[in-house]
């Protein structure tokens, strides 16, 4: 089993990179936002970034991000958590054999996505068929 972890700032394009990644391997998208939409109901999720303000409001994260939808909120909470935190990793400072890092500043969700599937050698199998022959 392959698992791959996308991490990063609010509104980077994760969730995005995350469905082009599906679309050319065979891993199947769990992003945070299926977790948090599931419990909103019960629980205050409103823990309310200038390039991330942009991606905030694309209709593709609305769509799949109801706890987004409040741009005010969610636009006060980008630029809180980026004055208060640093949410990237430095140059060189993971060197785990198994990490990439990838400023995607300039780079479509689908190229993000080809360099991750490089990087890892996930293949996307085709027409596969098990069989089993009895004796």
Do not use: W
Not at 19 to 27: F, G, H, S, Y
Not at 89 to 98: K, Q
Not at 100 to 116: F, G, M, Q, Y
């Amino acid at each position: 089993m392959k698992l791959v972890i996308i991490f990063g700032p609010q509104a980077v394009g994760k969730m995005t990179v995350g469905q082009e990644l599906e679309k050319i391997t065979n891993l199947k998208l769990f992003h945070n936002h299926m977790t948090i939409e599931l419990v909103s109901p019960y629980f205050s999720y409103g823990t309310p970034q200038g390039q991330g303000l942009e991606r905030n409001k694309s209709p593709n994260r609305l769509l799949h991000k109801p706890t987004k939808r409040d741009i005010a909120l969610s636009e006060r909470d980008l630029l809180d958590t980026m004055k208060h935190y640093r949410l990237n990793s430095e140059a060189g400072e993971i060197t785990h054999e198994h990490y990439i890092r990838i400023d995607n500043t300039h780079k479509s969700p689908d190229e993000v996505a080809k360099l991750i599937q490089e990087r890892f050698l996930i293949c996307k199998l085709r027409n596969v068929y098990l069989s089993r022959v009895d004796t």
